[in-house]
């Protein structure tokens, strides 16, 4: 997104918002200020998804969205969808019945990533050969919801943004779990 993109949206938010920034002068510093860091925010993505996201925002907020809000409404217009928890608990049993402990190999294959990834944590064979499937269902859904939950934070991030924290990071001896959520092709976004 331009800067003159981001002011149109902003004037867009105005509009469905009248008292979103009404204190503040046209030309100001302070409306300068504004529009500099939604730009910062959103210049990775398009006028055409940003506009779609401010427009599902208006039609579900009661208030201004803020710029995570904005993040977020972007993020699920342009990005594949990530199963939620049950989705992915019927991807497990699914391929647990259909290859069982023998095919490991074609069991991972069937899953989408972030499945898999959580399935290896757990242990395939594990999972495949336990007895009490409401434990196994319990952990899955508690690892695999903190996956996702970071998965969807690293996603609203912006990818400018996640370099600097990854620089700032790596500078400090920090390990910041921006690189770590989960494989690098998931949700990448630049």
């Known amino acids: ?31 300068n200020a504004a529009v500099a860091l939604w730009h910062m925010m959103l210049k990775d993505t398009t006028a055409n998804v940003a506009g779609a996201a401010l427009y599902k925002l208006i039609a579900t907020c009661d208030f201004p969205p803020s710029i995570a809000e904005m993040r977020k409404a972007i993020t699920s217009i342009s990005q594949p969808h990530i199963p939620y928890e049950d989705e992915a608990w019927g991807e497990v049993l699914l391929a647990i019945r259909n290859f069982g402990n023998i095919r490991q190999e074609e069991a991972m294959a069937s899953m989408s990533e972030p499945v898999r990834l959580a399935v290896e944590r757990m242990g395939w064979r594990e999972l495949c050969l336990s007895e009490n499937s409401i434990a196994d ?5 508690k690892l695999y919801g903190t996956m996702l939950k970071r998965e969807q934070e690293k996603r609203q991030i912006p990818a400018q943004v996640r ?10 001896g920090v390990d910041n779990n921006i690189k ?3 494989a690098p092709h998931i949700g990448s976004q630049s």
């Open 1 to 31: 997104m331009t800067e003159q993109e981001t002011k149109i949206l902003l004037g867009v938010l105005h509009t469905a918002f009248p008292r979103f920034y009404a204190n503040i002068r046209p030309d100001s510093d302070e409306l």
């Open 163 to 172: 370099g600097m924290i990854e620089q700032l990071s790596e500078s400090l």
């Open 137 to 141: 269902r319990a952990h899955f859904i």
């Open 180 to 182: 770590a959520i989960s």
